[in-house]
C-alpha cells in the first residue's frame, strides 16, 4: 500500500516537471525585445506542404508551398490588417505575373483601390499627371476565392514574414528627408500600428522586418548621395535582404503565384489622395489616423542611435549640460543666411555657452561622417537651421518638454516638412522670419516667395537666443 500510494504523487511530479523543462525550453529561445520571425496563424497546417529535412530526424516544417487540391479547401483570404490612404497592411497579398492581386469574397470590405495603389509613375502636377497614376487591373486586382483558385492553380509559392513593398518610382526615395522622414517615417508609423503600446525603450514583440521590395526602382537608386538611407536601413535591421526592380520582373517571367504572409504595402500616390496629405503635404501624415503609442519612433531612433555606438538613454537636457546644435548652410552655396547674420547669431549662441555653461555646435553636416551626424544629434537638446537636408537629423533626436527645433525661412516662406516631422515626434517646433517667431499653434501657408532658395536669408540673432534661454528654462520631465 505504501508503494502504490508514493507512485501516484511521483508520477505527476515527473509530468510537471517534464512540462516545467518545456516552458523554460520555450523561454529560452523566445526573447520578447527581439523580433522574430513571424509564423502565420491565418494559415491551417493542412495547407502547408512539409519537407523533410534530409538528416534522418525531425521533419523540420518550410512554408513553401499553399495546395488546395479539394474543393473543401479555398484560397486564403487576403485580410487587411490596418489601413490609410498610402499605408496598408495586408496577411496573404498575392502577386502574379506583376500583377498584386488581394483574394476575398467580401470585396465591399476591402478599401478603395486608388488609396491603396498606384501605377508608380513620376509624381508631377496636373490632371493628367493625376489620372497616369490611377491604378488599373494591371497594377492590382481584387478577386473572389473561386475566380483566384483559377488563376493560380493548385499551388501557390509562400513567401513567409514581414515584408514592405515600396510601390513608388525612384523620385523622391533618393533623398535623405524624403526616405528616412517620410517614406521610412510612415512606413514604421503604420507597422507599429499593431503595437499601439511600444514604451519608451522601443522593445516590442513585433516580428523584424524580413525584406523590402523596390518593384520600381533598381539597386543603384534607392540610396542618397550622403548613404544615410542605407544607413538608417541596415542599422535598424541588420537581417534585411532587397529585391528592386530586375528582380521583381525575373519573378513575374517565372508565371508562377506567390504569397506574401505579410506586407506593408506603401504608395506615394495612394497617400495623395488623403485628407492628411492635402493639409501637410506629407505622405506619412497619413499614416497617423492609425492607432499608436505616443513612443511609437522609440524603437527605430534607438536602434540607430545604439548601432552608432550611444546608448539609447544618453540625450543632454536631464544629466548634462543641455546641448545647442546650429547645423549651418553657409558653405552649401544655396539658402543661406546672410553673412553678417550667421556671424551674430554664431556670436549670440556661444555668449549662452559662456554665461549659462550650455554646450553649442555650429556644424556643417556634409563635414561629418554618419557617425558623428547620428551621435551629435542623438545629444541635441536643441536644433537650429535654415530650411534644408540637414534638419533631417532631428528624427534622432530624443523628445523632452525642452526638445525644440528652430528652422529659419526667407520671411514670408514656409513648408511642412520639418515642422510636421517635429510635430509627429512630440517636439517644439519653431519657424522663424528674421526677429518673427511662430510655432505650430499659429503656422502660416505654405509658401516659396522669391528668395526663398537665395542666400540672404536674415535671422535676428538675439530673438533666438531668447528663444534658446525661454526654452531651457523649462524644468524637464
Known amino acids: 500500500m505504501l508503494k502504490s500510494v508514493r507512485s501516484l504523487p511521483i508520477r505527476r511530479e515527473g509530468v510537471l516537471l517534464g512540462l516545467l523543462l518545456a516552458v523554460l525550453l520555450w523561454v529560452s529561445r523566445t526573447n520578447f525585445g527581439v523580433w522574430e520571425s513571424r509564423s502565420s496563424s491565418s494559415l491551417s497546417n493542412n495547407f502547408l506542404d512539409v519537407t523533410d529535412s534530409g538528416q534522418g530526424g525531425d521533419l523540420e516544417q518550410w512554408r513553401v508551398r499553399l495546395p488546395w487540391h479539394t474543393k473543401s479547401k479555398r484560397v486564403p483570404q487576403t485580410n487587411v490588417v490596418h489601413h490609410a490612404p498610402g499605408w496598408t497592411i495586408f496577411d496573404s497579398l498575392y502577386v502574379l505575373n506583376g500583377t498584386v492581386y488581394v483574394v476575398t469574397d467580401e470585396p465591399e470590405t476591402i478599401p478603395s483601390r486608388e488609396t491603396m ?80 503600446a511600444i514604451p519608451k525603450t522601443g522593445r516590442t514583440p513585433l516580428p523584424s522586418l524580413r525584406r523590402i521590395w523596390f518593384p ?7 540610396r542618397d548621395y550622403a548613404h544615410m538611407n542605407e544607413w538608417v536601413l541596415r542599422s535598424t535591421f541588420p537581417s534585411l535582404t532587397s529585391e528592386y526592380l530586375n528582380d521583381w520582373n525575373e ?5 508562377r503565384p506567390f504569397m506574401l504572409d505579410r506586407v506593408i504595402f506603401s504608395d506615394r500616390a495612394a497617400a495623395m489622395h488623403g485628407q492628411g496629405f492635402l493639409s501637410t503635404d506629407r505622405i506619412a501624415a497619413e499614416a497617423f489616423e ?44 544655396r539658402r543661406m543666411l546672410r553673412n553678417e547674420d550667421h556671424e551674430k547669431l554664431v556670436k549670440e549662441l556661444y555668449a549662452l555657452r559662456d554665461n549659462h555653461g550650455y554646450e553649442v555646435n555650429v556644424v556643417s553636416m556634409d563635414k561629418l561622417s554618419r557617425v558623428e551626424q547620428i551621435r551629435l544629434a542623438a545629444r541635441t537638446t536643441i536644433m537650429m537651421g535654415v530650411h534644408g537636408n540637414g534638419l533631417t537629423s532631428l528624427i ?3 523628445p523632452t518638454a525642452r526638445s525644440t527645433v528652430i528652422e529659419f525661412f526667407y520671411p514670408g516662406g514656409f513648408a511642412h516638412d520639418y515642422e510636421y516631422t517635429a510635430r509627429s515626434l512630440g517636439m517644439m517646433y519653431y519657424g522663424v522670419w528674421d526677429n518673427r517667431t511662430f510655432s505650430s499653434a499659429e503656422l502660416p501657408p505654405v509658401a516659396y516667395p522669391q528668395g526663398f532658395q537665395g542666400n540672404s536669408i536674415p535671422v535676428d540673432g538675439s530673438t533666438i537666443a531668447k528663444l534658446c534661454r525661454e526654452r531651457l528654462s523649462i524644468k524637464n520631465e
Request: proline fraction near 6%; hydrophobic fraction near 40%; charge should be negative.
Open 290 to 333: 492609425l492607432p499608436g503609442s505616443p513612443q511609437w519612433w522609440s524603437t527605430i531612433r534607438n536602434n540607430v542611435v545604439k548601432f552608432a555606438g550611444l546608448d539609447e538613454d544618453v540625450y543632454a537636457g536631464i544629466t548634462d549640460s543641455p546641448v545647442i546644435t546650429y547645423i549651418s548652410r553657409q558653405e552649401w552655396g
Open 117 to 196: 495603389t498606384s501605377t508608380a509613375v513620376r509624381v508631377a502636377n496636373g490632371a493628367e499627371a493625376v489620372k497616369a497614376r490611377l491604378p488599373t487591373d494591371r497594377e492590382m486586382r481584387i478577386v473572389s476565392t473561386e475566380e483566384a483558385s483559377e488563376l493560380f492553380g493548385p499551388t501557390i509559392e509562400i513567401i513567409d514574414g514581414i515584408t514592405w513593398l515600396v510601390n513608388d518610382p525612384p523620385q523622391f526615395i533618393t533623398h535623405y528627408y524624403h526616405w528616412s522622414a517620410e517614406l521610412f517615417f510612415g512606413f514604421w508609423r503604420t507597422y507599429s500600428s499593431i503595437d499601439p
Open 251 to 255: 519573378r513575374a517571367e517565372l508565371g
Open 216 to 222: 520600381h526602382t533598381d539597386s543603384d537608386h534607392w
Open 396 to 398: 534622432w533626436m530624443k
